[in-house]
């Protein structure tokens, strides 16, 4: 073979060569800038504590992301030091840049918070802190923050007519001074012109509805019945009667499993005993959903003059209203008797 052939070979063989490492690191270059690492659809929250080394290690090991080591590599390449605390929304193809741009710069995924069947500021506490960063220590600090409840309007008392029980979005890192402000928002749209003037035709205010709109709650589940039961009391108020209202004297005690009330229950000293006390207890007994608050603004259009009412004996659940004493006494005589019959205690 003559030399300039070897020659020429030599060449293109070196030309073959350097084409091929051109052409590896060319898209080993492309993968690391511009392929996905990405590789499942997932939620992550990212903590205070939570470092770049853990939150891609854990998201390799499960196979969320291809390689840790390429997402350290560019969070360093582009000044990236730090995570900020949240849900984040994880979707399969996302580039790096995407990535590390949403937890970079807090581009969080909202969350959807739902509470309902409250009847304690602790139990509030413990539902909310369910949705957030935040532990229910916290958010039982905040919600006896004498200062931040006063500036709502509201006192530790009536505080529990501020929460209506809904679905909210929210984002997961949110303080809950900063929940219980956006909550207060949406108080503040509940109610609204109609529900005021509601309110003010049967001459109580939104905190005094909501405070018989509890008791109704723990009275009936009953729907078709709740705006006669808050009728009942809403009479009640106006003719200066004691409510007597069963529910509030289990709030007083703090025990809600009790069936039957009895003699020594009715005698227990607090505020709330609306037995021992006229008028409505300092606030509400429990937090009552919108329909149950709607149900008993709509007495000032359906009035009725029922006094008093108890349980049914058909134990459906349901109750019977009376005008008079004789005729109630009539109605819980033949309630309490076939709970003797059944020997329900």
Not at 97 to 114: D, E, K, M, N, Y
Not at 282 to 303: E, F, H, Q, R, S
Request: proline letters at 5%; a positive charge; hydrophobic letters at 35%.
């Amino acid at each position: 073979m003559k030399k300039s052939q070897k020659t020429r070979l030599l060449i293109l063989f070196i030309a073959c060569f350097l084409g091929v490492i051109a052409f590896n690191f060319g898209y080993s270059a492309y993968n690391y800038r511009f392929s996905s690492p990405v590789l499942e659809n997932t939620q992550i929250k990212i903590y205070p504590s939570t470092t770049f080394d853990k939150l891609f290690d854990s998201l390799e090991n499960v196979g969320v992301i291809n390689s840790a080591e390429n997402c350290r590599a560019h969070a360093i390449n582009n000044n990236i030091h730090s995570l900020q605390p949240g849900n984040y929304k994880i979707e399969k193809g996302m580039s790096h840049r995407q990535l590390l741009t949403a937890i970079a710069f807090g581009h969080q995924s909202p969350v959807r918070l739902t509470f309902n069947n409250i009847r304690t500021i602790e139990s509030l506490a413990g539902a909310l802190s369910k949705y957030t960063l935040a532990d229910s220590a916290q958010f039982i600090k905040t919600l006896n923050n004498e200062k931040l409840i006063d500036s709502l309007g509201f006192t530790k008392n009536t505080l529990p007519a501020l929460f209506l029980p809904n679905t909210y979005e929210i984002y997961w890192s949110e303080s809950p001074k900063e929940i219980i402000i956006r909550l207060h928002k949406e108080y503040r749209k509940f109610w609204n012109e109609e529900r005021k003037a509601k309110a003010a035709k049967l001459k109580l205010s939104p905190n005094q509805i909501t405070t018989i709109a509890s008791i109704v709650t723990e009275e009936t589940k009953v729907r078709k019945e709740m705006t006669t039961v808050a009728g009942v009391y809403i009479n009640r108020i106006k003719k200066r009667m004691p409510l007597q209202a069963d529910p509030t004297v289990k709030f007083a005690i703090g025990d809600f499993t009790i069936k039957r009330i009895l003699h020594k229950h009715l005698a227990y000293k607090s505020p709330y005993n609306t037995y021992k006390n006229q008028g409505l207890p300092p606030g509400p007994i429990a937090i009552p959903a919108g329909y149950v608050i709607d149900a008993t603004l709509n007495y000032c259009d359906k009035p009725h003059k029922y006094l008093y009412f108890c349980a049914k004996a058909s134990l459906n659940g349901e109750h019977a209203f009376a005008t008079n004493l004789t005729q109630h006494n009539q109605n819980a005589r033949l309630y309490h008797n076939e709970l003797n019959r059944r020997n329900i205690k």
